[in-house]
């Protein structure tokens, strides 16, 4: 299993392989507290082979159904998808090109500083090379500034790669030899899950009051929770009414249930621990989410700012449910059109065919299988 994308379904995840300037996980610069959220992935030669045939990156992971079985996707080859998060643009762009020429499109042509004028100029500063073989693998990868990462964890600027990292992914890479860098990305990765489970929690509780539960808190299953979460950078999406299967979301939870209960159990605790908005209870895999006013009000004022400005009432839960569902909805949607057209120039009109084709029939296979197992109602 060593050379499987898929055998490395952990919590988020760290090759203990290092690379250039990046050690192992063994490093004391890391934290107490994002140790909790980490499990060292068994070493994995294809995401090593992979990583080798780069200049050297911040930070690396890989994600999606080529990285984590999905239902209704477990087709062996599958493309798997990575994110480099890089410190300079321009000077990686530019050691790229010597490297890799042919993953660009056209815009290659025009030299390393216009390739990271596209990266960060618009959509949700993200640079992909898509269907690139890569050391014997389909791959597509993403390239991100560091400072744009950061923003995007701590403030959700686009949910773009911090909503990617809800969910479980191979954490590759990690620049442990930068002590201030990594103490800031460690804190961002950890605030951005605790923002994905109160955000979630916080509308799945406003939702319960809504359909009429009683008392200061509301049930609700762990599994439904995940696919809450999971949804949250999903929702709108243009892609998610044509291009995308329209069980992806829960496909996504339903077929990676351990690696999410790893993921959030340490988080839920934390949470709890902070604000007492959640309480696990892992005996019977179900949350029970606190719609006390001050706890609502105290838990909306920590939440990232792109989020938390689109809030103006938080004296009831059910208001604020749909203002926060709003509001996740309308910043995925700022970026979600022009970060799509920018693929279109990043990958090329042959390999945007071909790459929206297969999306297409990835949407038609899942409307004609339907969803997995539906998740359990609040209670």
Not at 162 to 177: F, Q, S
Request: with cysteine; proline share 4%.
């Amino acid at each position: 299993m060593a050379g499987s994308p898929v055998a490395c379904a952990w919590r988020l995840t760290i090759s203990p392989t290092g690379c250039g300037r990046v050690r192992s996980l063994g490093m004391t610069a890391f934290t107490t507290a994002l140790r909790r959220h980490i499990h060292v992935c068994p070493p994995n030669e294809t995401y090593e082979r992979v990583l080798g045939a780069f200049p050297p990156v911040a930070a690396a992971f890989a994600y999606g159904s080529g990285a984590f079985a999905q239902v209704g996707n477990v087709a062996k080859g599958n493309m798997i998808d990575f994110v480099f998060a890089v410190d300079d643009p321009v000077r990686w762009h530019a050691a790229n090109l010597q490297r890799n020429e042919a993953h660009y499109s056209a815009i290659g042509w025009l030299g390393a500083s216009a390739v990271a004028r596209v990266q960060e100029g618009f959509g949700a500063g993200i640079y992909y090379n898509t269907l690139v073989q890569c050391e014997g693998q389909l791959i597509k990868y993403g390239v991100i500034s560091t400072r744009a990462l950061l923003d995007d964890l701590r403030a959700w600027r686009w949910l773009y790669v911090a909503g990617r990292l809800h969910k479980p992914v191979a954490l590759l890479r990690l620049p442990t030899a930068d002590e201030a860098l990594l103490a800031e990305l460690t804190s961002g990765l950890r605030g951005n899950l605790q923002s994905a489970l109160s955000v979630a929690a916080l509308i799945r509780g406003g939702q319960g009051v809504d359909r009429g539960c009683k008392g200061g808190a509301v049930q609700v299953g762990l599994d439904e929770l995940f696919v809450s979460i999971a949804g949250l950078s999903y929702a709108g999406d243009f892609r998610m009414t044509f291009g995308e299967n329209p069980h992806k979301v829960s496909n996504i939870v339903m077929g990676n249930i351990p690696a999410f209960r790893a993921l959030y159990a340490p988080v839920a605790d934390e949470v709890h621990r902070q604000t007492k908005l959640v309480t696990l209870d892992r005996s019977r895999d179900v949350v029970s989410i606190s719609v006390d006013d001050d706890v609502r009000r105290h838990v909306v004022a920590s939440l990232p700012a792109n989020l938390r400005v689109r809030v103006s009432d938080t004296s009831n839960a059910v208001k604020t449910a749909h203002e926060l569902s709003a509001g996740t909805a309308a910043i995925v949607k700022s970026c979600n059109a022009s970060q799509s057209a920018k693929g279109i120039l990043t990958a090329g009109l042959s390999k945007t065919v071909k790459y929206s084709w297969e999306k297409v029939k990835k949407m038609r296979k899942g409307m004609k299988a339907g969803s997995s197992s539906p998740p359990s109602q609040v209670r």
